[in-house]
């Protein structure tokens, strides 16, 4: 498992240092630099032409499978950064204008460019600047998942763990979404409860308890300075509504008790380490 994560962190940063170099051929300070990179790899005439035959036009070519494999990764191995990698992509559904703070790759993909001054011919921004820059942020991030996946921070046993806890949210959702809105609690409070104690793990936490619970493991962090006071409200109140959701005893949780712990867990899940 840990070397197929590698392995496919790999290829993708190698694939965005072509996107990357693709896009930067049309400037001349970066085909130089491209051909420099070339030249210091010590290979013959031939081979640097299918380096280059390589590169060009792979950014068009390849960027929506890059993207999506890349979103699945970070999404499990650098979760906090998940939002501003897709927000480099995504257009503003609520933008005005289109300028170079609001332009988009997916701009880009349709086929939408920079309006041009009709006497002049000049653009109203450099769209394509735009789009370069906001590619080698995504590559960035890509390269920092990798960092982090390298580091003695990240236990391999989170990537399976997270995917397995991703699985077990929707399934949650579902029986949200039919009306099931104890089995929903439990199984987001289940998640939840087993999340805390990764984390209590991670910091080298002991719970004194057999059977730890949400409470207990809420407390354990907050005691080691782990998590501040208004978090561990908020996993209070999630572990409160799990409890209503598992005893049949007392009032039934409601819809929106539900959908908020639900989405606190996955919040959570994403957050807390």
Not at 53 to 78: C, M, P, T
């Amino acid at each position: 498992m840990s070397n197929k994560f590698e392995e496919d962190l790999s290829k993708l940063i190698e694939l965005g240092s072509d996107m990357l170099d693709d896009l930067r051929i049309p400037w001349d300070d970066g085909k130089k630099e491209i051909e420099a990179k070339i030249k210091k790899m010590g290979i013959d005439k031939k081979e640097a032409e299918e380096v280059l035959k390589r590169i060009k036009g792979s950014f068009q070519d390849n960027y929506h499978r890059w993207f999506s494999e890349a979103y699945a990764l970070i999404k499990i191995v650098l979760p906090d950064r998940l939002e501003e990698f897709d927000s480099l992509y995504k257009q503003n559904p609520r933008r005005k204008t289109i300028d170079s703070l609001s332009y988009s790759i997916q701009d880009w993909m349709l086929g939408i460019r920079a309006d041009k001054n009709d006497f002049t011919g000049e653009k109203s921004f450099n769209d394509y600047a735009s789009i370069v820059m906001r590619f080698q942020n995504q590559y960035q991030i890509v390269k920092t998942a990798r960092s982090r996946f390298q580091s003695s921070l990240f236990d391999i046993k989170q990537i399976t763990q997270a995917d397995l806890f991703d699985s077990e949210i929707h399934a949650a959702q579902a029986l949200l979404k039919n009306g099931f809105l104890r089995p929903a609690g439990v199984i987001a409070g289940v998640i939840l409860e087993k999340h805390l104690s990764n984390v209590c793990n991670n910091h080298k936490l002991q719970a004194k308890k057999k059977d730890p619970t949400i409470s207990d493991f809420n407390d354990l962090l907050k005691n080691a300075d782990v998590i501040d006071t208004p978090l561990w409200r908020q996993i209070q109140r999630l572990g409160d509504i799990r409890n209503l959701s598992s005893h049949n005893k007392g009032r039934e949780p409601s819809k929106d008790e539900i959908i908020e712990l639900i989405n606190g867990t996955d919040k959570i899940m994403k957050t807390l380490f």
